[in-house]
């Protein structure tokens, strides 16, 4: 099947041909009326009248030929239709100072908190080719870094960019970041919620991860739970870690990393009542394996049915107009350039 996907681009053709007809008119010569034309001596044609003659009809093709790449010809070789079972889910990943903590790491690896959680989202994301997926992360403030798509593979690409806030000290020794290192889980569920608001996928939920307390925010967590509810979106949370004290990787006052420990606490009773109140569920995760078991039951419990249509297998044509386009208009131009001084 031969179709146009961006169509919209051949109503250019209108102008072009109204601005051929004016160029063209603008070239004929008045003349005289003499009948014996056999008579007029006829002067022998020229490269440069040859490149009069030519250099419009030239400059037109090439337009229209560029015109028609525009537009983008393609040949699709299939369209198929299927089930699917898709839903729309906007993952909420908490960003603040604590995720640097390392009480995930391994005998052989290094990694924090945060590392796990990319590469188990990552994870998550591959088995889900079906949803509309969509990133929030949050520290002292929420950012949507990816809105609602299909194109998992820029919103892994991003989610590998993911990275916690670096402190950032003054002349004096103090912190100027510290709004950054904190947590607001009510703004990070508020901007989920605006999210998903008005994705044309009726069943919607909210994956939320953290590994601490609700400590700064414009919205107030309360306020958020209630906009989630009234939205019909689940919200399942995911605690990360428990209370105690963690390792974090340090540097001292000799430039070398070691490892101290500090203390961490995570707002279980908070993120239950967020689940409970939305008709979500509560995860609490103390390794990697636990957190993709959460997953793993998210992607079990919450499947919608849809009908899809794919096209897939289709060649681009544009090159074909594009290229002779480009190569006429430049001959075109170089022609008149050359014999009659001007560009067109």
């Not at 093709?61 to 299939?78: N, W």
């Not at 990133?135 to 809105?147: I, M």
């Not at 590998?160 to 889980?185: F, R, S």
């Not at 974090?248 to 070691?258: A, C, E, I, K, L």
């Amino acid at each position: 099947m031969f179709r146009f996907a961006n169509p919209y681009y051949l109503f250019l053709l209108i102008p072009l041909c109204v601005a051929g007809w004016a160029m063209l008119a603008r070239r004929r010569k008045k003349a005289v009326l003499f009948a014996p034309t056999h008579r007029l001596f006829r002067p022998p044609l020229t490269w440069r009248t040859a490149a009069i003659t030519l250099a419009p009809f030239l400059f037109l093709t090439g337009a229209g030929l560029a015109i028609i790449a525009l537009a983008r010809p393609q040949t699709v070789f299939s369209k198929t239709a299927h089930q699917a079972d898709a839903i729309a889910i906007q993952m909420v990943v908490d960003v603040s100072g604590s995720m640097e903590a390392l009480d995930f790491s391994t005998r052989d690896t290094t990694r924090t908190r945060l590392d796990v959680v990319k590469e188990t989202f990552a994870q998550f994301i591959e088995k889900r080719t079906d949803d509309l997926i969509g990133l929030v992360t949050f520290g002292g403030y929420a950012t949507s870094r990816v809105p609602l798509t299909i194109d998992h593979s820029a919103l892994l690409h991003v989610l590998k960019g993911v990275q916690i806030p670096k402190p950032a000290l003054d002349a004096n020794g103090q912190l100027t970041n510290q709004e950054e290192l904190l947590t607001a889980i009510g703004d990070a569920l508020a901007t989920a919620c605006a999210r998903l608001e008005k994705a044309e996928i009726k069943s919607k939920l909210i994956v939320l991860l953290s590994d601490g307390e609700s400590n700064t925010g414009l919205i107030k967590p309360e306020e958020a739970i209630k906009a989630a509810k009234a939205l019909g979106i689940k919200v399942y949370t995911i605690g990360v870690g428990s209370n105690g004290r963690a390792p974090f990787m340090v540097r001292d006052v000799f430039g070398r990393d070691v490892i101290q420990y500090a203390p961490v606490r995570i707002d279980e009773d908070l993120l239950r009542r967020i689940a409970s109140t939305t008709g979500g569920q509560y995860f609490n995760v103390k390794d990697p394996k636990g957190l993709s078991r959460a997953l793993s039951e998210i992607d079990k419990l919450e499947k919608t049915n849809i009908n899809k249509e794919i096209y897939n297998q289709y060649t681009e044509l544009f090159p074909r107009q594009l290229w002779p386009g480009i190569i006429l208009l430049a001959l075109a131009i170089s022609l008149n350039m050359i014999v009659r001084k001007e560009i067109i």
